[in-house]
Structure formats: C-alpha cells, structure tokens
C-alpha cells in the first residue's frame, strides 16, 4: 500500500532574526525581514521524503498558504524532494489574519480532493505556536492523530507513531488514513544540493485560492496587542534568610 | 529568467564603428543619456530593458546562495580550526561538497553535474570563503578551472570519461607554474617528446593544489619547444601513472588546510588521446582560462574580507572600553564604514565581471579589475580587522587572525597584481587606439 502523503510548509520570519514589534503594536516587522521554511516544516518534509525513499510514499505533495513568496518555500521542499507543490494563495495582508482553523479548513480539503493517505505538518509554526492546525485538520477529516512525532513505523495499514509528551515518551497506534505533527526529533532534514535546487525548477506548482476549496478566511479573532516581553530585571542579592523574607515582603510578595 | 534578461540585454547594445559594443543611448540623437531621464520607463524605452541593481539576486540564484551559507555555517564552521592546524581538508567534509554538488556547477546534468551557471558558482565560492577560504578554494579550482577546462575543450570522450567523476568524488590539479616560471608562465620547462603515438613528458611542475588528493593532473607541457610557447600543450594524466610523483607538501602562511605541492614527471608516458583540446594551444587555453579564474578568486577574496568582517562586528558592538561600547567610538564606526565601503566596491566589481562573461560581453579588464581590487581590499580588511579586535584579534582563538593570514595569496596567485595591471593598462589602452 503505497501512501500519497501531503505536507504542510509555511514560511515563517527566519529563527534566527531578531524579532521587532511594530510601531502600530498589532504585529511584527516583516518587510525585508529574512524568512525560511517553518524548521519543523522541515522536518515533516524530510520524513515524508524518506518514507518515498523506503517505498512506503508514493508521492509527497508540498502544500503552502500564503502571498506570492509562499513559493521559495514550496520550492524548497520540492528540493528537497517532494514531488510537486500546491500554493493557495492568500495575500500578505489576509496571511496576517489567517488562523489556524482556516489553514486546517484548507488542508482537510486539500486531502480530500487529492486523495491523501497522510498528512504531515510540523507541530507548530514558530511565529505563532498555536500548535492547532494538525489537530485541527485531523477533526475536520475525522482522521487519527499522532502529534509530536518523534519516531514513525509503518506497519500494516496502521502507523505506529512514538509521541514526545511530558512525561517521556508515549507509543500509539494509529490507523491510515491518519494527520502526523512532526517534532524535533523525529529527524535531521537534508540540505537542499544544488542540483535537486536545478531539478525543483521542473516541478509542477499547482496556483489556487482559499474560495476554489470553498474555504472563508474571514477572521474570528482580532489582534488586540502585540507588546515586547518585559525587559528582564537585574536580580538583589541577600545576605540571609531575613534579609529575603524583607525584600519579599517589601515587593508585596509576601 | 536570467535567459530573458540577458537577450534584452544584448539588443540594447549596438555596435559602434569601432567595434565595440556600446549602450544605445550613446547614440540616441537628443543625446540624452539615462543620467538626464528621470522617468524609469524612458529608461527601459531606451535601453530596451530595465537594469537591475548587481547585487539583486534571481530567486534561483538565492536559493543556492542560502543552501550554500547553511552548509558553510552548519558543516564547514566547526572544522575550520582543524583544518588550518592540520594542513588539511577533511574527508567527511569533501565528500559532503561533492554530495551537495558544490564541487560540479556548471557541469551538464548529463554529466552529473548542477546544470548551473558561473554566476552562482561566484556565490558558492564566495559564500563557502566567508567561512573557511581554504575550502573555497577546492570549490574555485575544480569549477572554474577544471571542468570548464574539460567541458570546453574536451572530447566527448574524455567528458564522458572525466566529468561525472569530478562531479562525485575525484579531484583534478591544475599545473601550470613551475620554479622558474610563475608569472613567466610560458617560460615552462616540462617538455613532452613524442615517441610513436605516445608522448613522454619530462619536469617538475611547482605550487600545485590538492596535487596529493587529485585523480587526474591537466598538464601544460611544452610538445615542441623550437615553437616557443605556441608549442605548449595540456595533456590529461591520470594519478598513478608511472613516474608521476608528488613532492612534499609546501608549509604556508595560510590557506594551510589546501595541500600545495611540487610534481614531478619522470619518462611519464602519456597517449596522444590525452591531448586536451588541440596540439600547441594549450598557452591559449591556460589564458582563457585564469581569465575567468581570476572572477572566481575576486570572489573567494570578497567572501574572505566579508567572512573576517562579520567576525569583527559583533565584538566591536559588545566589547566596552572606557564605559561604552567600542563601537560608539565615531573612529572606529569610521574605519568599518570605510571597510565595508571597499568590501562592497569589490562585490560589485566581481559580479559585473561575472554577469558581463555570462552575456558573452567583453569581460577580461573587468576580470582582472576585479581580481586585483578585491584581493587587496582583502590585505586591508583582514589587517584592518585583527587591529580592531585589539589583542583578541592576535590570537587563534578569535577567527581573524586565519582571515589576516589566508588573505595574503589573493595578490599572489591565479596572476599577481602586477599581471592584472599590465592587463588592465592594456586593455584600457586599445579603447584609445584606432
């Protein structure tokens, strides 16, 4: 049983710039700000690559919401080695306000039109870690779910999926069709080399828009304010267990 | 995309009486030149396209750019130290430039190579030299000088033969210099006498690279010295090949991890299929090919000088003396600006030669141009850099001073300064002669 897996990628402001809050206190800086693949993004391409590479895939379909750059990430896990993309387009301004349960509305479908064995996304995007959409999804299909992946096995017509939770680790059985999050160490995403970069420019990406999948993104929720963490403190030192319990109770703690 | 911009690019230039290529609007009748028009469209009207600034990059273009600096910083930076302390690269690390395809650009899928082109073989050196420019090199030598060697005067043959190797796993030493003849390139002693349909070379050739690792040696050898160097001619020998031997490995000041070595040919018997490219034109191959080459050290020396930058920066903006940051002293912020300035001035030159020999334009001056500029804004950067790091700066633990050491051969090789001069004044001369 050969799967058509499709994955979920979103560009994201790159993790390592340093992020800034607009002046207008209702989002961030992202104009020529450095963006990339959501890093666990890209560790949920690489798995599903690597199930292509064991025959357990047949075919990995890279799906992304967002404006026209949306692409350079859909090209991304083409180099990587997906096999075509699909790019539902939502203009910068709407992807402000694009909410997980939309994103999920799409994906479900996205699955169901192109008749997907398995979805895999990153466990959350790092620019809002809301951590929902695979869940999400999973419901609308009324599919399983394994999130927080740090291992996948196939076995016969079921997954077995070991999960990251708090306590350690937890080993589920999940039945295909399924919706997989990907954490961090379920494995090492590969570079994309130049000539797999050379070879993604001949591979297909289909263009849509949210209306097409009879999806509406008009917002549920409204960013109130968006502030900086408060600036972090220098500490005190105390001389004894007095001197704290005063402080504390000087600082009203207490 | 490039395609398109470039064959827009091509009808905006005619052909003045002279010969050379000229931008149209030097011959418009108003006589206005695009520093009078102030609408941009009357400038795509005249030109026949619209400029992009040099350092805007196709999409393509920046994808390889970035794979390129995630694989310097993740693969190369933590081996970088090791390298220079141990006069070599390391294996895992070659294999991985091969893997990623680093080390076969331009080369023709059907080859195996990337199908790409020299621009973006400029970036992947430039952005491998911000990191370790000894590696850059490997990358430079076998792109620019290698394969383009085998790709452009190769029989299908010897591509077939030679090519998909250098894309996976064998390097190629490129040996031209000799102990009596560096810059008197064609002063070269290494003679090939022919004997029957085999030639037998004789010589020793000097300041070769990854002449120890290399699977297969081009080498210039004279085939018939009464022509002079009209009889120079490259032959292809492969490694082992009896009587072939590799000398010591030289001890530099830097660039240390790239093993450069002497080679000596003793009664080597080469077969006249080994000819790369015809009898005696193995001068004009050699000169086509540094011209190019030279583009490709512009850029290991402008990934240097910003490589050794970026490690400065950060320290100068963390780093207090007398209660600020040294960074807010006004003298220093002065001597980055001007550091950047010049880092920038290099970039722009080596990617307007780079482009100019992709859209078929003359391109040599600019070549040398940019050869010459940046490799000694290297020697200022660099130095500039280790004194602003104050003692830090003279030690090992800190990247510049490897930045200060490995720079100094970019004056040196591929054509000292004094060649790219000499280029330069006359190329600039026959736009003045009739």
């Known amino acids: 049983m050969s799967l058509k897996v499709l994955v ?119 620019d809002d870690d809301t951590n929902a959409t695979a869940q999400m999804t999973a419901s609308l299909l009324n599919w399983p779910q394994a999130t927080f992946a740090s291992e996948i096995k196939k076995t016969d017509g079921e997954l077995e999926v070991t999960r990251e939770i708090d306590g350690g680790l937890e080993s589920i059985k999940v039945k295909l069709p399924a919706v997989v999050s990907a954490d961090l160490r379920l494995n090492e995403p590969r570079y994309a080399t130049l000539p797999n970069i050379m070879k993604a420019k001949k591979k297909k990406i289909q263009k849509m828009k949210p209306g097409d999948l009879s999806v509406d993104v008009t917002p549920h929720l409204e960013v109130v304010e968006v502030l900086d963490p408060p600036v972090r403190e220098a500490g005190i030192k105390v001389d004894d267990v007095e001197g704290l319990v005063t402080k504390l109770k000087e600082a009203g703690r207490i | 995309m490039m395609a398109a911009t470039f064959g827009r690019f091509s009808k905006a230039l005619v052909t003045s009486s002279r010969g050379f290529l000229r931008p149209r609007w030097l011959h418009s009748a108003s006589g206005v030149g695009p520093w009078q028009q102030k609408n941009v469209p009357q400038l795509e009207e005249t030109l026949g396209f619209l400029p992009s600034p040099l350092t805007v990059l ?48 331009e080369t023709e899928p059907e080859y195996g190579g990337c199908g790409s082109t020299f621009f973006v073989a400029n970036l992947v050196i430039e952005e491998l030299a911000k990191v370790d420019p000894s590696i850059s090199l490997l990358c430079d030598l076998q792109n620019t000088l290698f394969n383009t060697l085998f790709r452009k005067y190769g029989t299908e043959e010897q591509k077939q033969k030679y090519l998909p190797k250098l894309a996976t796993e064998m390097t190629g030493s490129f040996c031209l210099s000799e102990a009596e003849s560096g810059s008197d390139a064609f002063a070269l002693k290494t003679v090939a006498v022919k004997d029957g349909s085999n030639y037998v070379i004789n010589g020793s050739k000097m300041w070769i690279s990854s002449a120890p690792q290399a699977g297969v040696f081009l080498v210039m050898a004279n085939a018939n010295p009464s022509a002079g160097y009209k009889g120079i001619t490259c032959f292809i020998i492969d490694a082992g090949t009896p009587g072939l031997s590799i000398g010591k490995k030289e001890d530099k000041l830097g660039l240390r991890a790239s093993n450069t070595c002497a080679v000596h040919f003793d009664n080597v018997v080469v077969p006249e299929e080994n000819i790369l490219g015809e009898f005696g034109h193995g001068y004009k191959y050699a000169i086509g090919m540094l011209n190019e080459g030279r583009i490709g050290i512009g850029a290991q020396m402008v990934g240097l000088s910003q490589g050794c930058l970026d490690a400065t920066i950060p320290y100068l903006l963390q780093r207090k003396q007398f209660g600020k940051a040294l960074f807010d002293f006004q003298a220093v912020q002065h001597a980055v600006a001007y550091l950047a300035t010049e880092i920038e001035c290099a970039r722009l030159l080596v990617y307007n030669a780079a482009r100019l020999r992709e859209a078929k334009q003359p391109f040599i001056k600019q070549a040398g141009m940019a050869k010459l500029y940046s490799s000694e804004v290297a020697t200022r950067v660099t130095s500039k850099c280790v004194e602003l790091m104050g003692g830090v700066g003279f030690t090992k633990d800190y990247p510049v001073e490897k930045f200060y050491r490995d720079c100094k051969i970019g004056t040196i090789y591929e054509g000292t300064s004094h060649i790219q001069l000499n280029t330069i004044a006359k190329l600039v001369a026959q736009d003045y002669v009739a």
Request: aromatic share 4%.
């Open chain 1, 8 to 126: 979920g990628v979103k560009r994201v402001i790159d993790y390592a710039v340093k992020i800034r809050v607009r002046p207008d206190k209702l989002g961030v800086v992202t104009d020529g700000v450095k963006h990339s693949m959501n890093p666990f993004d890209e560790i949920a391409i690489e798995e599903a690559v690597r199930l292509k590479e064991k025959k357990i895939a047949k075919e990995v379909i890279a799906v992304s919401c967002g404006p026209a750059q949306a692409q350079e990430t859909i090209r991304t896990a083409l180099a990587m080695g997906a096999d075509r993309g699909i790019h539902v387009e939502v203009p910068a301004k709407e992807m402000e306000k694009l909410e997980p349960l939309h994103v999920s509305k799409i994906l479900a479908k996205l699955v169901e039109k192109e008749g997907g064995d398995l979805l895999i996304v990153g466990k959350q995007a790092i």
């Open chain 2, 58 to 105: 196709s999409d393509e273009e920046l994808m390889m750019k970035e794979t390129v600096a995630k694989f310097a910083r993740e693969q190369v930076a933590p081996l970088v130290s090791k390298m220079d302390e141990e006069g070599c690269y390391d294996p895992s690390l070659v294999r991985g430039m091969y893997e990623n395809g680093f080390m076969a650009i």
